[in-house]
């Protein structure tokens, strides 16, 4: 596995980074691939050493659209990916209730800007992540992306300085990391490979090239991101835990989720929506419990962002 | 299945598959309000199989229903609550509308066809056959696979009508694909099904079999949602499901996989090949509601 083509979010809970703030962007009319161009030096592989702060960044379907993949590439990406969260299927397939609907939500809404990409960052004090947040805004701003900045912290109290046991962590169980990671072997010992992408010419390392298809792995090393804000209203933690079944070690999640003040940002890495995160998610959630927004995103490698950055196939 | 449990299935072709579709959507509140009514009713089922392969140019239309008692006593019961909205969709398949419950019956009895029921019930016999079934096979080949699988367009348009069903117990999972077009698959499919046969008697928990034409359907009226289903189903009865529908396009029969896989390509073979119920009522799950 090279890790240094892995965002770090995916391998690493960035426990030490307790302050987290997720600027999710729309694209609009900016130039989201000049913004990428800047932005991709500051994102987080697996392999960097410990840091005072992370940041790492995914794209919804329409973020990738936005970023030049061709609908042909585009249409290798799974189904519930490209329909989003918000699609009335994802919504029966979540059991959302009327009371969850995208209507309701504080972000990616009906009404509210397009959601394109989800930019995580991760610090060790508020103070820093708010001198990295400035500095990403700023880029933002220059390159005409809109933002909504929305803060959360690490599960486990802030008087306790022991990283806290996530109450949504995976059991201990060994699971295959195909399970979450595209392109390594999963619990069947299969590779899932793909999508693949056109060339482009460039001096920057881009995704492996598979002389089967023709083309470079662009899922290689990325992983589907499940994001959900939900509003606890008073309910324990543990009422959002998605039970998983005893015997099947297919419905896995890698979960990374963190607090906001009032509620949870669920978030959970897959291979496959489908099977994993739907499958276990089928299930009414407690009556006081509000789904407040999320959305199907993909978090490419970091040879995949450096594709995205380039100018043209 | 007890005597008393009667289990009665129609498949007849639409002239109009869209027409026919809108009918279902019009009449389905008015079909489930009924069927809600009737005592003795156990399940009851209206769908649209698609017309989405030059093998099967027509849509048709199925009818299932299981009730207590003779369909001679049954059918006057259905054609008083329900006789109106029935009329109205088998208009669709030229049918002429039931003058009065006698000719309901009728109608009803000349159409109804056979199915193979099947049962999770482990039996010696049928385990034997299936294990020969699969050595045979084995020398044969390493991985079977037969005839090509739907398009992706008619493919999608599946999935997006069973997207949007509903999601609870209860609700049917009606699997349809093509039969293979070698000529051995049919006979080896009916052998297959004959084979099912022997636990019978748990029927209705499970599922039932039906070759109509090109098709082969499976119709179930399951304790759980479709995806906890599949999985179920595909890990208890992995061998019995693989020898029926290893006989249908689409399907990828691999003898030489493990275990764990095979049991995956059935459980998305099995979530993919379904189409939506149009109308539905199931009395198991309405006691699981309330």
Same mark, same amino acid.
């Not at chain 1, 609907?101 to 009404?111: E, L, R, V």
């Not at chain 2, 009737?38 to 009713?41: E, T």
């Given at each position: 596995m090279d890790r240094s083509d892995i965002q770090g979010v995916l391998l690493h809970g960035y426990r030490r980074q307790r302050f987290a703030r997720y600027h999710l962007l729309s694209f609009g009319e900016g130039e989201p691939r000049r913004a990428l161009t800047r932005l991709i030096y500051d994102i987080s592989s697996a392999a960097e050493p410990r840091a005072e702060h992370r940041h790492n960044l995914a794209f919804t379907a329409s973020g990738l659209r936005a970023l030049g993949l061709s609908p042909a590439e585009m249409a290798q990406f799974s189904r519930e990916f490209l329909q989003g969260m918000t699609h009335p299927e994802r919504a029966l397939a979540l059991g959302d209730t009327p009371l969850d +609907? &995208?209507?309701?939500?504080?972000? &990616?809404? =009906?009404?509210q800007p397009r959601l394109d990409a989800l930019l995580m960052s991760f610090a060790d004090s508020e103070a820093r992540l708010n001198e990295w947040s400035a500095q990403h805004e700023r880029l933002f701003e220059r390159f005409a992306i809109t933002w909504q900045a929305q803060d959360a912290h690490r599960l486990g109290s802030a008087s306790d300085p022991r990283p806290a046991r996530e109450h949504l962590a995976t059991r201990t169980q060994r699971v295959s990391r195909g399970e979450f990671v595209l392109g390594e072997r999963d619990t069947l010992g299969e590779r899932h490979a793909g999508p693949f992408v056109a060339v482009k010419f460039s001096a920057r390392e881009l995704p492996v090239w598979s002389a089967r298809e023709a083309g470079l792995d662009f899922g290689r090393n990325g992983s589907y991101l499940v994001l959900r804000k939900l509003e606890l209203n008073g309910e324990p933690l543990r009422s959002v835990l998605f039970e998983e079944p005893a015997r099947s070690k297919s419905h896995r999640l890698l979960r990374r989720s963190r607090h906001y003040d009032g509620g949870l940002w669920f978030m959970a890495f897959n291979a496959d929506i489908r099977r994993q995160f739907e499958f276990l998610a089928n299930r009414r959630l407690p009556a006081r419990i509000r789904v407040r927004g999320g959305a199907y995103l993909f978090l490419p490698s970091v040879s995949a962002l450096h594709y995205l950055a380039e100018p043209g196939a | 299945m007890p005597p008393s449990l009667q289990s009665m299935v129609l498949l007849l072709t639409v002239r109009d598959g869209n027409a026919c579709r809108h009918e279902l959507d019009r009449q389905r509140t008015a079909l489930e309000a009924a069927w809600a009514q009737? =005592? +003795?009713?156990h399940s009851a089922c209206f769908a649209l199989l698609p017309a989405d392969d030059p093998a099967t140019p027509e849509a048709a239309l199925l009818f299932e229903c299981t009730f207590d008692g003779l369909l001679l006593d049954f059918a006057p019961t259905l054609y008083q609550a329900a006789g109106r909205a029935f009329d109205a969709l088998f208009a669709h398949t030229g049918a002429p509308p039931a003058t009065d419950a006698g000719a309901f019956y009728r109608f009803l009895s000349a159409n109804a066809r056979r199915t193979a029921a099947f049962s999770t019930r482990p039996q010696v016999r049928r385990r034997l056959w299936i294990a020969l079934d699969w050595l045979r096979r084995l020398a044969a080949s390493r991985a079977v696979t037969r005839g090509s699988a739907l398009n992706p367009e008619a493919l999608e348009a599946r999935r997006a009508a069973v997207g949007m069903q509903e999601r609870a117990p209860g609700v049917p999972t009606l699997h349809v694909a093509l039969i293979a077009p070698e000529a051995t698959a049919r006979a080896r499919l009916k052998r297959a099904l004959r084979e099912l046969e022997f636990g019978a008697d748990r029927a209705e928990l499970t599922a039932r079999f039906l070759i109509a034409g090109e098709r082969l359907v499976c119709l179930a009226y399951p304790d759980e949602i479709a995806p906890l289903w599949s999985e179920r189903m595909s890990a208890t009865a992995l061998a019995d499901l693989s020898s029926i529908w290893a006989n249908t396009r689409g399907f990828v029969a691999s003898t030489g996989l493990r275990r764990r896989r095979r049991e995956r390509r059935l459980e998305e073979f099995l979530l993919d090949y379904r189409v939506p119920a149009g109308a539905w009522f199931c009395a198991r799950a309405r006691l699981g509601n309330a």
């Open positions: +609907g &995208a209507q309701h939500w504080d972000f &990616a809404g =009906p009404s | 009737i =005592p +003795g009713l």
